[in-house]
């Protein structure tokens, strides 16, 4: 158990992102959610609060990733 532990907090991922990064990139032609034809929201959670939110703007990667996230798997 120690030696999860140490893993996770040595990075701030279990599963490595940059797939899901190039995927985005690669196949969705803005960068950014306001850029986005129709309005895009992605939905999230406050990891502490429980609470739910949305984004709404700024980059569109960004927010796609976090999306995906396992929290219960990031460090604090």
């Known amino acids: 158990m120690r030696a ?3 893993f996770l907090w040595r990075r701030d991922f279990l599963i490595p992102h940059d797939g899901i990064q190039k995927l985005v990139d690669d196949h969705i032609p ?3 959610l306001e ?3 129709l309005p895009l929201h992605i939905v999230t959670t406050d990891i502490v609060s429980g609470d739910s939110g ?3 703007e700024g980059p569109l990667a960004e927010a796609i ?3 995906t996230a ?3 798997a990031f460090a604090r």
Do not use: H
Request: aromatic share 12%; no cysteine; glycine share 6%.
């Open 4 to 6: 999860l532990f140490s």
């Open 30 to 32: 803005y960068r950014n």
């Open 35 to 37: 850029d986005a034809k």
């Open 54 to 56: 949305r984004a709404v």
């Open 65 to 67: 990733v976090a999306s």
């Open 70 to 72: 396992i929290p219960g």
